[in-house]
């Protein structure tokens, strides 16, 4: 159900993530090069954090019958529009002092990918046939939920004018993006 989906997303990712993902892939395979190994080696490893979601992806793609890399471009630029990747580094990087604040961690991360997941359906729903272009489709879709929008961006951009340093905070920030990811219309 997933190999082939997940095969030419493996193959294309560096198409459908947006250019900064690509800047930080050729970051993280400087390393490697360095060390000898080969560039197209190198650059497949450094994308493996971009294919944590792939599953997700490839799921959504086959149950809506599209392209992979359609999906890829709007779940991808999602994350990006709302920093949602920011928004893990940050939850994963709170001390955890014991296993139960551990767990939320993990939780709010997997919460935090769940809520892409589901903002890039909301969003594929208005991707048209004949026009692909998936920042129009984020428009558009943002047009039509304007108010969840605007409080959802009003609030990450509060969160980042300080230092994300307590769990509270992530956890406010997560159950605005799925008041955000319900507000479908």
């Not at 459908?16 to 080696?41: E, F, I």
């Not at 997700?56 to 999602?78: P, S």
């Not at 994300?164 to 605005?176: C, E, G, H, T, Y």
Request: glycine residues 4%; proline residues 3%.
């Amino acid at each position: 159900e997933f190999a082939e989906g997940m095969a030419v997303l493996a193959d294309h990712i560096s198409s459908v993530v947006p250019k900064h993902y690509v800047d930080d892939m050729k970051a993280r395979a400087k390393p490697y090069l360095d060390d000898g190994v080969p560039p197209a080696l190198a650059h497949k490893i450094a994308h493996l954090v971009n294919l944590y979601s792939a599953c997700d992806i490839v799921g959504l793609a086959n149950r809506r019958k599209m392209d992979v890399r359609e999906v890829a471009k709007v779940y991808f630029a999602l994350g990006t529009r709302f920093r949602l990747g920011r928004l893990r580094a940050a939850a994963g990087n709170l001390e955890s002092d014991d296993h139960w604040q551990q767990l939320a961690v993990a939780a709010l991360v997997e919460e935090i990918y769940s809520h892409q997941l589901a903002l890039a359906s909301n969003a594929l729903d208005h991707l048209s046939k004949g026009d692909k272009d998936p920042a129009k489709a984020i428009a558009d879709w943002a047009a039509r939920n304007q108010t969840a929008v605007d409080q959802t961006e009003v609030l990450l951009n509060e969160l980042w004018t300080t230092e994300v340093n307590d769990l509270s905070m992530v956890a406010v920030a997560s159950r605005q993006l799925r008041a955000l990811a319900d507000a479908q219309a």
